[in-house]
C-alpha cells in the first residue's frame, strides 16, 4: 500500500508560480515511478510530469519549460515546481504512484486544485 498526500494548490495569476507537494507513505518510496496528472471541469484526465524510480523524469509538451518535478527520496516527497501558469494550466492535480514492475498507477491521491486568473 501507499498513501498519497498533495498540497500546494491554491489561486495565482496568470504568469505566476505555484509549488506541489506530493507525499508519500507506506511503501518504499524510491520503488515508485511518482506522476502528476490534471484534470480540468469537462476534460480528460492528462498526464503533466513524471519522475521515474530509475530517475528519468518526463513531461507534456504543454508544460514543457514550465513545469519541473523533483524528488527527494529521504522525504519521501515529489514536488511540481509551477512556472509561468496560464489560465489552462487550471484543474485538480493529482500525484499516482506505480510500484516497480507494475504497469498501472494504482493509489492516487486526493487532489489539489490549481486556479489561473486571467
Known amino acids: 500500500q501507499v498513501q498519497l498526500v498533495e498540497s500546494g494548490g491554491g489561486l495565482v495569476q496568470a504568469g505566476g508560480s505555484l509549488r506541489l507537494s506530493c507525499a508519500a507513505s507506506?511503501?518504499?518510496?524510491?520503488?515508485?515511478?511518482i506522476t502528476w496528472f490534471r484534470q480540468a471541469p469537462g476534460k480528460e484526465r492528462e498526464l503533466v510530469a513524471g519522475?521515474?524510480?530509475?530517475?528519468?523524469?518526463n513531461y507534456a509538451d504543454s508544460v514543457l519549460g514550465r513545469f519541473t518535478i523533483s524528488r527527494d527520496n529521504a522525504k519521501n516527497t515529489v514536488y511540481l515546481q509551477m512556472n509561468s501558469l496560464k489560465p489552462e494550466d487550471t484543474a485538480v492535480y493529482y500525484c499516482?504512484?506505480?510500484?516497480?514492475?507494475?504497469?498501472?498507477?494504482?493509489?492516487w491521491g486526493q487532489g489539489t486544485q490549481v486556479t489561473v486568473s486571467s
Open positions: 499516482a504512484a506505480r510500484l516497480r514492475g507494475r504497469a498501472k498507477y494504482e493509489y
Open positions: 507506506g511503501r518504499t518510496f524510491s520503488d515508485c515511478t
Open positions: 519522475s521515474g524510480w530509475s530517475g528519468s523524469m
